[in-house]
Structures are given as structure tokens and as C-alpha cells.
């Protein structure tokens, strides 16, 4: 079963990365919990994206399409990284993220949604 699992963004990381002790340990942990997705064998892809407001939006209505620039809010709505992982079953994927270090300096969420699979 192949899952998403969305970090979610927060108003700290809408600001960009600042390269602080604090960052800089957290990036540690969370490459030492990337490897041992690895060394599992669920680790498909992950990426960090950057805040929104670098991103394009486009809103769609009928034949109409409207481009809206970045920056969205609220923050907690937009995802500010993600994996992919080939896990077993949903329980497999939630035990991975209960062990993922927080991946923002204060409370923060991830999401895990199932991808839509032909059997």
C-alpha cells in the first residue's frame, strides 16, 4: 500500500528555512529517521517544498482559469514537505509517524493519505 504522508506547514515555515542551531538539529533527527525508512524498505520519495509564497495557485471555473500568487493562507492548510512510503497497511504508516521527530520547532501535524490503487 502506497502512502502520502503530508508535513504540514505552520507560520514558522511560511517563512523559509533559517539555518539555526534548533533547524539544524531538527534537519539531523529527521535525516537519521529518513534512514531508517530506508533501511526498512518503505521509503518511496520525500521532499520539503518551499512556503507558498514562491508558489502559483490556479483557480478553476468552468472554461475560466485564474492564476493567484502565493502567499496562501492560513498556513496550516498548506503542506510544507512530504513522503512516499510503501508500508503494509495504514497501521504500519501511523507507527512510522508516531516515531517521526517533530518536523517544525513547535506543534506542527502530518497527514496520511492513501494513494487510490488498482487492485
Not at 526498512?40 to 509564497?53: C, E, H, K, N, Q
Amino acid at each position: 500500500m502506497r502512502v502520502m504522508v503530508l508535513v504540514k506547514a505552520t507560520e514558522d515555515s511560511e517563512r523559509g528555512f533559517q539555518p539555526t542551531a534548533e533547524t539544524m538539529a531538527m534537519m539531523e533527527a529527521m535525516g537519521r529517521f529518513n534512514d531508517a525508512l530506508r533501511e526498512a524498505g518503505i521509503w518511496v520519495m520525500a521532499d520539503g517544498l518551499t512556503p507558498s509564497s514562491q508558489g502559483k495557485r490556479v483557480a478553476f471555473d468552468g472554461d475560466d482559469r485564474t492564476v493567484i500568487d502565493g502567499p496562501f493562507a492560513p498556513a496550516r492548510e498548506l503542506v510544507a514537505g512530504f513522503w512516499i512510503w510503501d508500508v503494509k497497511d495504514m497501521d504500519e504508516a501511523l507507527a512510522w509517524v508516531k516515531r517521526c521527530p517533530n518536523p517544525m520547532s513547535g506543534p506542527s501535524d502530518i497527514e496520511i493519505r492513501p494513494f487510490h490503487e488498482l487492485e
